[in-house]
């Protein structure tokens, strides 16, 4: 999910390197792809680089998007895609796999998402989900950025909480962001419209799906849903983050101009990610976090990077995960509800949020593979991974003005036949939901 806009992603050459993330290794590390972070373990993240993005602020510029060259297919991928009978259960997601011939490269691909098929058993899924605000205790500020990139720092304590009211960079009473995350169309339903075409009043992850697959369900839209349900916020954990694996900006100038909100986090993601699977995960199973739930962990004004002091490496404003013991059942999100203005347009409150909780959606475990895609969005280089957030990173779908009165941004998103391929199942024919791509993803493209 970036915004103005992300960096490439590099994809790996063995089963477990197929999206960009963690364990973040950074340079030529001998894989496919361009200038971002590689994963061992199935990891998608929205990367920003912040350096970049300040530039075209500076400059009174974006961050441009590349585009793809697209070829158009005449062959059919709608006949051509079937589905298992809905599996999971008890102790997992809902969740339906799927077998679809790509008109892009003339093979079958195959994958899981979440919720039931909307070819042959379309129906209500609902996925308990478990909203964690996270509090992080900061013993380090920065002071300046040195030659090689790095900032330096001084001793010094911060702490950045969701839960009590920010009235620097908000107004009352839409200053507290967690319950402006719980009041987003995320979470509560809203009138969605995908272009001319009315999809219903619900959540985003729901809209998006029931436009995803629209001309597959045909007559039987109405009985198919996707939906957070029940959700509920757990108690806020706190972190107390070593000096060494984070850091706090709190001059508003520390970018220059224009001056970003502070204070701005930023931690070491190995370093969290370990302590969320290491602890959080365990810790949690307690008030109901379990492979059948979707626990999100719930950033403010906070990002990541390897390791924190590293600008050359940063910012990862988000990801979605499994892990779990002794079974890597887990599915997991994390995300920040940014406004600070770091970064720009595009990354703005729900924009990360929509861009994880939708691959996630999509791609639970970050396995679904697809003809080999790049050159757009965050994605110089080329990856084969069904992450709809990636291709479109810094566009936006219409923004959303709930009862509350706040605006909220979301990201705009890639449909399954941008992917696969011509012609397209989903809402008006498009190939993503605020109709940037009117193609399909064309020609696969070739790691370098």
């Known amino acids: 999910m970036n915004r103005a806009v992300m960096s490439a992603c590099r994809i790996g050459t063995t089963a477990a390197l197929f999206v960009c993330g963690i364990s973040i290794a950074w340079g030529d590390t001998g894989t496919a792809g361009s200038d971002g972070p590689v994963t061992t373990k199935g990891i998608s993240t929205t990367f920003v680089p912040i350096l970049e993005a300040r530039k075209a602020i500076q400059s009174g510029t974006t961050l441009a998007a590349k585009r793809s060259v697209v070829n158009v297919s005449t062959s059919s991928p709608t006949a051509q895609v079937t589905s298992t009978e809905d599996f999971g259960g008890a102790s997992t997601l809902p969740l339906w796999t799927f077998d679809a011939y790509s008109s892009r490269d003339g093979r079958k691909h195959h994958g899981a998402m979440v919720g ?17 605000p996270v509090v992080l205790k900061i013993h380090s500020i920065g002071t300046g950025i040195d030659a090689n990139g790095n900032i330096t720092t001084v001793p010094g304590n911060v702490t950045v909480n969701p839960n009590s009211a920010d009235n620097t960079c908000f107004a009352a009473p839409n200053n507290v962001p967690t319950k402006l995350f719980l009041q987003s169309p995320l979470i509560q339903p809203a009138p969605f419209s995908i272009g001319p075409t009315y999809v219903g009043t619900t959540q985003y992850v729901d809209a998006f799906m029931r436009g995803n697959f629209y001309n597959a369900l045909g007559h039987k839209l109405d009985s198919y849903h996707l939906l957070l349900d029940p959700v509920n916020t757990l108690d806020a954990v706190v972190i107390d983050v070593p000096a060494v694996q984070g850091l706090a900006i709190t001059d508003p100038n520390f970018f220059g ?17 370990d302590y969320l699977n290491d602890r959080l995960l365990n810790d949690m199973q307690d008030q109901g976090v379990n492979p059948t739930t979707l626990p999100v962990f719930f950033l403010y004004n906070t ?8 600008l050359g490496n940063c910012c990862v404003l988000g990801y979605h995960s499994y892990g779990g013991f002794p079974t890597p059942a887990q599915t997991y999100s994390v995300g920040d509800f940014d406004s600070s203005g770091a970064f720009g347009p595009g990354t703005e409150n729900t924009d990360v949020l929509a861009h994880e909780l939708d691959e996630w959606a999509n791609d639970p475990y970050g396995i679904n593979l697809v003809p080999p895609w790049g050159g757009v969005g965050q994605v110089s280089g080329c990856q084969a991974n069904l992450e709809v957030g990636d291709p479109l990173s810094g566009t936006n779908f219409p923004p959303v003005t709930m009862p509350n009165g706040f605006t909220y941004n979301l990201q705009e998103l890639a449909f399954f036949s941008w992917f696969l391929g011509a012609p397209s199942i989903a809402v008006n024919g498009w190939y993503s939901d605020n109709n940037t791509f009117t193609t399909d993803a064309g020609t696969p493209c070739t790691y370098q």
């Open 303 to 310: 990002v990541m990077s390897a390791p924190a002091n590293s």
């Open 257 to 273: 101009s224009p001056p970003i909100c502070t204070p701005f986090v930023i931690i070491d993601i190995n370093w969290f990610d």
């Open 116 to 132: 039931t098929s909307p070819f042959s058993n379309p129906g209500t899924a609902r996925v308990p989900t478990k909203v964690i």
